[in-house]
């Protein structure tokens, strides 16, 4: 339907003929103007399913769908799927071993394809595939006897009731079967560089170390998109990143945003919003516990007892962000407010080192049986107030006979092998372990999860507690809140005692935006800020 024919429909005939997809898609005809988003980290894949970092979702919420996805409420909401399933409409029998999904009919791939059941059947056995390096199998693993009954319904069974599953499936985004299914190596695809999705924007083009361009898909579903074109500029160097926001380069300022340093003066920027976003996402310092001197208990909490978090916070990040102790955000109900404060004592670091057998050598740097206390830590290259709160740690860990030496990458290389495949000694690094409102972080704390030793997810710091897997899986399986919060309070007291990654903070993200810029809305149950960019537009 064209603005032609609606002119001489009428408004009644306007409501009559007008569904919500064709409003969406008259929007999306009407789409104008461009956005320019700056990022300090340069996007690594663009295939939603294999191991990638937050940026990368960053255009995977625009090329492509997941059935459903999680509001800024928490609360889920139809997107390929006419219907968000549930025991009450009938989508998941009451043991939750059954499920039934029921989905759009008016949805076609960017190449003008139909999307149907078979897309959602071959997006979830992909993600079982044990030669396709998945980003997570946690979930999907569970999937048995999947059934297309038409082209726009489909069922299947589940191996044992699994509760974090909807909010897997929320982050699930969907691919199409037509441009994969023949691919004889499903890890070296066309896909990883000219993706196809039904999101509501089409991939344009990538100049690498530059931008990434989306155009607007104007066959879109849904809402939007009301922008002809998006531009993910990516600018390692947080200072020219601001500059840029500040003279009106780029549009908005998003993924590491404004650094608190220059809060008060970006407050001052003619035509600029600032927004304090809320944020999942932890900063701690992670250790490989695949490295022998990261094995030794006594070293990690001698690390952690030396590690001036509050002067991070306070003189470093203004006080912005808060302090935490654990990976799971406050706001969740699951947060565990019983978890011991972790001390300051430098003293008392180098007093349990003194018994564990770490002795300062002729260097002044710790011995134990021939081999030093001494490693590299990591972070973005870039990253000013990182790479400060980095030299206050080497100078506090120096004190205690500790070497710790600063060794920064460039973001692709930095998020890339050395993250994914545990090539690191330590990092510095902000993660949200959550997907979206569901407490499970089996992708980053299951022994099953250590994409090193062949596993599938995120557990990058080589973390293998038995009792922590047992509890796991026996929280994956409880739907009634109060008894899963005491699985996941006792996962949180065992993470924080073993510390495989010492927590710091709970962050509080400054992103910005010119004036004129609508649609703009923070979402605490995603890992990045433009997860909405169909709905947004110049005003």
């Known amino acids: 339907m064209n603005r032609r024919t609606l002119l001489r429909t009428g408004a009644a005939g306007m409501t009559l003929l007008m569904s919500n997809a064709a409003v969406g898609r008259l929007a999306a005809q009407e789409a104008s103007g461009q956005v320019v988003i700056g990022f300090s980290q340069e996007p690594t894949v ?144 066309d896909f990883r560089s000219n993706p196809i999705g039904t999101g509501p924007f089409s991939f344009g ?138 001390e300051f004592d430098p003293e008392k670091a180098a007093q349990v080192l003194d018994e564990a057998g770490w002795l300062p050598g002729a260097d002044g740097v710790r011995e134990k049986d021939g081999v030093r206390l001494a490693f590299k830590n990591s972070t973005t290259a870039g990253n000013n107030v990182r790479e400060q709160a980095q030299q206050l740690i080497q100078e506090t860990y120096a004190s205690i006979g500790v070497e710790m030496e600063i060794s920064n990458l460039p973001p692709a290389v930095m998020w890339g092998e050395y993250w994914m495949m545990s090539q690191f000694d330590s990092v510095m690094v902000g993660i949200t372990f959550t997907t979206g409102p569901d407490p499970d972080v089996s992708n980053y704390l299951h022994s099953s999860s250590i994409s090193a030793q062949g596993g599938a997810g995120q557990n990058t710091w080589q973390y293998e507690n038995e009792r922590v897997d047992e509890l796991l899986e026996q929280g994956g399986r409880m739907f009634v809140p109060e008894k899963r919060k005491e699985v996941y309070d006792e996962i949180q007291r065992l993470v924080h005692e073993d510390m495989p990654f010492l927590p710091m903070f709970q962050y509080a993200n400054l992103r910005g935006h010119k004036t004129g810029l609508e649609g703009f809305d923070p979402n605490v149950n995603v890992r990045i800020e433009t997860w909405n960019l169909n709905e947004w537009r110049w005003a």
């Not at 299947?156 to 699994?162: D, L």
């Not at 002809?228 to 500059?243: G, K």
């Not at 699951?334 to 404060?341: I, R, S």
């Open 205 to 342: 083009e990538r100049v690498a170390g530059n931008y990434i361009l989306l155009n607007a898909n104007k066959d879109y579903f849904g809402e939007g998109p009301h922008l002809e074109q998006a531009i993910f500029r990516y600018i390692p160097d947080m200072t020219v990143l601001y500059t840029q926001f500040r003279t009106g380069d780029i549009d908005v300022i998003g993924l590491q945003g404004i650094q608190p340093d220059r809060y008060e003066q970006a407050q001052q920027i003619p035509d600029r919003e600032i927004v304090i976003a809320p944020s999942s996402a932890v900063e701690s310092i992670t250790f490989n516990m695949g490295n022998p001197l990261f094995q030794d208990p006594e070293v990690r909490r001698a690390l952690s007892l030396a590690l001036d978090r509050e002067t991070i916070v306070e003189a470093l990040y203004y006080g912005i962000p808060e302090k935490t102790e654990s990976f799971l955000p406050r706001e969740s109900y699951y947060y565990n407010e019983k978890l011991p404060e972790a």
């Open 46 to 189: 663009m295939h939603p399913h294999m191991p990638h970092i937050e940026v990368d979702e960053g255009i995977h919420f625009n090329l492509f769908d997941p059935l459903f996805i999680v509001d800024t409420e928490g609360n889920f909401q139809p997107s390929l799927a006419r219907e968000v399933p549930t025991v009450e409409n009938g989508g998941i029998s009451e043991d939750g071993l059954n499920w039934r999904v029921k989905l759009r009919d008016d949805v076609t791939w960017h190449d003008g394809e139909p999307f149907t059941a078979e897309d959602v059947k071959f997006t979830i056995e992909l993600n079982q595939n044990p030669d396709f390096n998945a980003m997570r199998r946690n979930g999907h693993e569970l999937v048995r006897n999947i059934r297309i009954v038409n082209d726009h319904e489909l069922t299947w069974e589940m191996a044992e009731p699994f509760a974090p599953y909807p909010a897997i499936l929320s982050w699930t985004f969907i691919v199409p079967a037509h441009a994969l299914a023949d691919a004889e190596n499903p890890n070296q695809t």
